[in-house]
């Protein structure tokens, strides 16, 4: 019997989701669930996780659960194909998170790249919270308590894969096969790896207020893309212009397509086309920008109405969260039997210990 192919992924919840989460992960999901080539997938609010570095702040964490749930729904995560569901409402994770961090060294946590990042952006180099630094550990339980063979995610995760395969080979190696590898699976284009801020920054953040959110209405993205970080030198039409840093290229690389210059810009038949007039001169910042503005309405809008239907009857999103995360421990708790027993701490199951302990303490009377 071939092994099921299963996804795993999902996002923190410390706030709205923006274009960044869209064109680096969920409009992906929203591919591969529609494609028909996996048996199961998992999409986790990773609530747990985002508390590693807000415990002073959970209402932050309680408020914004629902806004990423309507985001997926929105977006067109269809809870008859896959389970949305909450990660701190399946203790099994933690459990398994907990057996790990006996196969993990501390300073093989520490080597990891992706955590020396995050550290750094958070100033936690004196005062590192023990939740954050296991955050690592704790993923390899998200994906392998689901056996998840498939995890679409940023390039920057991919030392956090190469950590959860190592566990699994370990714990495999020591308590016999129980557990599955898995593969990362990339954004398609290099524009999509990581978008960059409506400024410029390398980074889109909340917290940097330089951000395209998903639900922002067609008022709010007009500002934020005409004011958004072009060529610095590019100060007059005629001048020509440069695509290295220029974000609204970037935008246009994640985001246009060839039947986009047929609706909004005929002119040009494709987005290269549009590239060569900038670069040689003759082509305004502005007319680059409405055209970015078009693209960027014609994907969000059926995605802003989605989610102001949604957002008329709540308890009915709670319902399918409710129901995701059912389905997510059903799962959860037979692996989670799995590994007991592979680590022969299924006390009460093991019938034969029983009876051999008790044959050996009647022996001895």
Same mark, same amino acid.
């Given at each position: 019997?071939?092994?099921?192919?299963?996804?795993?992924?999902?996002?923190?919840?410390?706030?709205?989701?923006?274009?960044?989460?869209?064109?680096?992960?969920?409009?992906?999901?929203?591919?591969?669930?529609?494609?028909? =080539?996996?048996?199961?997938?998992?999409?986790?609010?990773?609530?747990?996780?985002?508390?590693?570095?807000?415990?002073?702040?959970?209402?932050?964490?309680?408020?914004?659960?629902?806004?990423?749930?309507?985001?997926?729904?929105?977006?067109?995560?269809?809870?008859?194909?896959?389970?949305?569901?909450?990660?701190?409402?399946?203790?099994?994770?933690?459990?398994?998170?907990?057996?790990?961090?006996?196969?993990?060294?501390?300073?093989?946590?520490?080597?990891?790249?992706?955590?020396?990042?995050?550290?750094?952006?958070?100033?936690?180099?004196?005062?590192?919270?023990?939740?954050?630094?296991?955050?690592?550990?704790?993923?390899?339980?998200?994906?392998?308590?689901?056996?998840?063979?498939?995890?679409?995610?940023?390039?920057?995760?991919?030392?956090?894969? =190469?950590?959860?395969?190592?566990?699994?080979?370990?714990?495999?190696?020591?308590?016999? =096969?129980?557990?599955?590898?898995?593969?990362?699976?990339?954004?398609?284009?290099?524009?999509?790896?990581?978008?960059?801020?409506?400024?410029?920054?390398?980074?889109?953040?909340?917290?940097?207020?330089?951000?395209?959110?998903?639900?922002?209405?067609?008022?709010?993205?007009?500002?934020?893309?005409?004011?958004?970080?072009?060529?610095?030198?590019?100060?007059?039409?005629?001048?020509?212009?440069?695509?290295?840093?220029?974000?609204?290229?970037?935008?246009?690389?994640?985001?246009?397509?060839?039947?986009?210059?047929?609706?909004?810009?005929?002119?040009?038949?494709?987005?290269?086309?549009?590239?060569?007039?900038?670069?040689?001169?003759?082509?305004?910042?502005?007319?680059?920008?409405?055209?970015?503005?078009?693209?960027?309405?014609?994907?969000?809008?059926?995605?802003?109405?989605?989610?102001?239907?949604?957002?008329?009857?709540?308890?009915?999103?709670?319902?399918?969260?409710?129901?995701?995360?059912?389905?997510?421990?059903?799962?959860?708790?037979?692996?989670?039997?799995?590994?007991?027993?592979?680590?022969?701490?299924?006390?009460?199951?093991?019938?034969?210990?029983?009876?051999?302990?008790?044959?050996?303490?009647?022996?001895?009377?």
């Amino acid at each position: 019997m071939a092994k099921e192919k299963v996804i795993l992924t999902g996002d923190r919840p410390t706030g709205k989701l923006h274009i960044g989460h869209y064109v680096g992960s969920l409009r992906r999901r929203v591919e591969l669930q529609n494609s028909g =080539e996996f048996d199961k997938i998992f999409i986790m609010i990773a609530d747990a996780q985002a508390l590693t570095d807000n415990a002073d702040n959970p209402e932050k964490i309680r408020q914004n659960v629902i806004e990423v749930a309507l985001d997926y729904l929105s977006a067109g995560l269809d809870p008859e194909k896959c389970n949305i569901f909450i990660q701190s409402a399946v203790p099994e994770l933690t459990e398994l998170a907990f057996y790990y961090m006996n196969l993990v060294t501390v300073s093989r946590v520490q080597r990891n790249p992706t955590v020396k990042t995050e550290i750094q952006m958070r100033n936690f180099e004196a005062n590192i919270p023990t939740g954050f630094f296991c955050y690592p550990i704790s993923q390899a339980a998200d994906i392998t308590l689901f056996h998840g063979t498939t995890v679409p995610a940023g390039e920057d995760q991919k030392p956090m894969i =190469e950590l959860t395969n190592e566990i699994v080979r370990r714990f495999n190696n020591i308590y016999g =096969e129980t557990l599955d590898e898995c593969q990362i699976l990339l954004p398609q284009t290099a524009a999509c790896l990581r978008l960059p801020g409506t400024d410029g920054k390398a980074k889109m953040s909340k917290s940097l207020g330089n951000c395209i959110f998903l639900s922002d209405s067609a008022k709010e993205l007009k500002t934020k893309v005409n004011s958004m970080y072009t060529d610095p030198e590019h100060i007059h039409i005629e001048q020509p212009g440069h695509l290295e840093g220029n974000t609204v290229f970037t935008y246009l690389d994640a985001f246009a397509t060839d039947d986009d210059f047929v609706k909004f810009l005929p002119d040009y038949k494709n987005l290269q086309e549009l590239k060569d007039h900038y670069t040689r001169g003759g082509l305004g910042d502005g007319t680059c920008k409405k055209f970015l503005l078009n693209v960027l309405n014609d994907r969000l809008e059926p995605i802003r109405n989605r989610r102001k239907e949604l957002e008329k009857d709540i308890p009915a999103v709670y319902e399918v969260l409710k129901r995701g995360t059912e389905a997510a421990r059903e799962v959860a708790a037979k692996t989670i039997a799995e590994v007991r027993h592979a680590m022969r701490i299924d006390y009460f199951d093991d019938k034969e210990l029983i009876a051999e302990q008790a044959k050996r303490f009647a022996a001895q009377k």
